[in-house]
């Protein structure tokens, strides 16, 4: 099976502006959660997408949103970039079901604001 | 707020040495624990521990949790330069639907295996 793959894998924004990210979860995984690492704080929950709803959300502020499509793939969406943005957005599918804790993890987006 | 730390923070030490990554939480409701390793890349997957008491072992590395004094470790014996790495502990909290729960991560100890 192909593992979680994002895109892009590295993407250079100035503040103000806006980005986009994308991730393909393994076929057949219905979850998917969005985390932010960054050396300080290390690796913190976005949100989780399944079945086209969002089912978990952490404390990040509204200019971070996300949705997910009928193929399960999902995509994030940061506003008005800011430099404390830059960080390592790395996404993670599991089947979603009752006991799938297990979440397998994409090689992340790189974002750097300038 | 759930809370996971790890310590300690970074480690060095040589190839065939054994190392002890420590994990405590504080967790409403806790359900399991996940250990990942990161290179330079994605975390992978290592171990979920869901039993107090219960030793799970994979080769060289093995871990172990107790839900009574809330931490858990992770063992990794002669230790080779592959094994440099961040060690990620996770918790997930029970949940009261089907659905999956976020993860709470620590910060992550960062190994240095020299040769």
């Known amino acids: 099976k192909a593992g979680v793959t994002q895109t892009p894998r590295y993407l250079i924004k100035t503040r103000g502006q806006q980005v986009t990210l994308s991730c393909s979860p393994i076929?057949?995984?219905?979850?998917v959660s969005w985390y932010q690492q960054t050396p300080g704080q290390g690796l913190q929950f976005l949100f989780e997408y399944f079945s086209e709803t969002q089912r978990n959300k952490g404390n990040f502020p509204g200019r971070f949103s996300g949705r997910q499509f009928s193929n399960s793939r999902s995509e994030m969406n940061v506003s008005t970039l800011e430099l404390g943005d830059s960080a390592l957005y790395l996404c993670?599918?599991?089947?979603?079901?009752?006991?799938?804790?297990?979440?397998?993890f994409g090689p992340g987006t790189r974002l750097t604001v300038t | 707020e759930d809370k996971v730390v790890q310590s300690p923070l970074s480690l060095v030490v040589h190839e065939g040495d054994t190392v002890t990554l420590n994990c405590s939480y504080e967790?409403?409701?806790?359900?399991?624990l996940l250990w990942y390793k990161q290179e330079k890349k994605a975390p992978t997957f290592l171990f979920m521990l869901?039993?107090?008491?219960i030793e799970k072992k994979s080769g060289r590395l093995s871990s172990i949790l107790d839900k009574k004094e809330l931490f858990s470790i992770l063992n990794i014996t002669a230790t080779q330069t592959g094994d440099s790495a961040i060690y990620l502990c996770?918790?997930?909290?029970?949940?009261?639907?089907?659905?999956?729960?976020?993860?709470?991560f620590g910060k992550g100890i960062t190994l240095s295996v020299r040769p």
């Open positions: 967790v409403t409701n806790f359900r399991s």
């Open positions: 993670a599918s599991s089947p979603g079901g009752a006991y799938s804790y297990e979440q397998y």
């Open positions: 996770a918790v997930v909290p029970s949940r009261d639907t089907g659905a999956n729960s976020k993860l709470t």
């Open positions: 076929s057949g995984h219905r979850s």
């Open positions: 869901t039993s107090s008491g």
